[in-house]
């Protein structure tokens, strides 16, 4: 690298200009003259300006894009051939000039350091330029960086990704050997898709279903769920029909029924909500189930109390405008029967796409339909049994 009063005017050049003009300039010379110039600006100048050089560098996502399925089950499939892998004894100057020469140099975000064909580092491009040429890469690289094995189911390469906020990922086989990269989108993307799908998924729409899908392949992914629907439907029908006399002898409760089910129904949909992102995100993996049972009693025991007491209170007036029987232990069986059915609700909440992902189902898929079912039986057939108990 040679010191002429060409390269040193262009220095004092290089100090007047915009960060931004500064680095389309300096894009445009040789690796050897940027680190000249870069070691000659001020340190926040030179830092701002390799950013700059560094991002200019990076791919351009939109124009990378692959299309993917979003059936993808591991990283392998994924994964694109590697961009560049430099041995460790590399100086710096030698990785510039391989850049240099690079067909896709736009491609490269970061360079993965072997030896002896095991992956052991990592260098940015930030690093690469502030270094000095003369610098081996083994001296500047990030050792023991985070890397994916082929074989990493996507799911769990998604947890690992919300902790990890890379633009690529390294994949090595089981010697260590680097066979290919994942762009940090693919697998942000993923999440977005997982997450989307589950509104859907929850009432029996498959993810597969867009705006677009013809009405009879539509019919034939949401109908057997319908029908599932139905049946679960005949089952809370059937806890209902157990107390017809006590229903005939106190009329004032067919009208609260609804109000109990949907009450107990949003409750459990919340926590459904809740456990279902924690899947999605990994972070059911580092939570105790007990303690999220826990937390979920506490809720149900909270919200059903804070609207018992107005459901209470709506019972007894309702009771006392209709001359039903004992109007206030109707109010106090609407109150009990509010936060059984929400403590309940809460539970299966968190239960129902447990026990499906436990049985190796999607749990997302009908997750809804099946909590519906069970927060009804428990509200309704609980403050039928308590109606019959306490009041007759």
Known sequence: MTQSMELIERIEQIRKLAPLDAAE????????????????????????????????AAPDD???????????????????????????????AEALT????????????????????GLVGVVGMRDLILAKPSDALSDIMVREPFAFQQDTPVKDAVSEV??????????????????????????????????????????????????????????????PWL??????AFAAAFVVGMFESTIAQIVALAAFLPVLAGQSGNTGCQALAITLRG??????????IKQLLRKEILLGALNGAAVGVIAGIAMFAYALATDSANPAMLGLVIFIAMIGACIGSGIFGVAVPLVLKRFGADPATASSIFLTTFTDIIGMGLMLFLATTLVL
């Open 279 to 288: 899947i999605t995100l990994g972070q059911i993996n580092d939570y105790p």
């Open 25 to 56: 300039e300096l894009a445009r010379l040789p690796a050897d003259d940027i680190q000249f110039i870069l070691s000659r600006l001020p340190a926040e100048q030179s830092l701002t300006i390799a950013s700059l050089l560094a991002e200019a």
């Open 98 to 117: 391989f850049m240099v020469k690079s067909t896709d140099v736009s491609e490269i975000s970061y360079i993965f350091i072997t030896q002896n064909d």
């Open 227 to 232: 029908q599932v629907n139905l049946i679960t």
């Open 162 to 223: 919300l902790y990890r906020h890379y633009r690529m990922y390294p994949v090595v086989d089981e010697e260590q050997r680097v066979v290919g990269e994942v762009r940090g989108w693919k697998l942000y993307e993923r999440i977005a898709t997982e997450l989307s799908a589950q509104a859907g998924s929850q009432y029996g729409v498959a993810k597969e279903e867009q705006i677009n899908t013809p009405v009879l392949a539509a019919f034939r992914m949401r109908h």
């Open 62 to 92: 939109a124009a990378t894009r692959a299309v993917l399925s979003g059936m993808e089950e591991t990283i392998g499939e994924l994964m694109t051939p590697v961009t560049a892998t430099l041995p460790e004894s590399y100086t710096v």
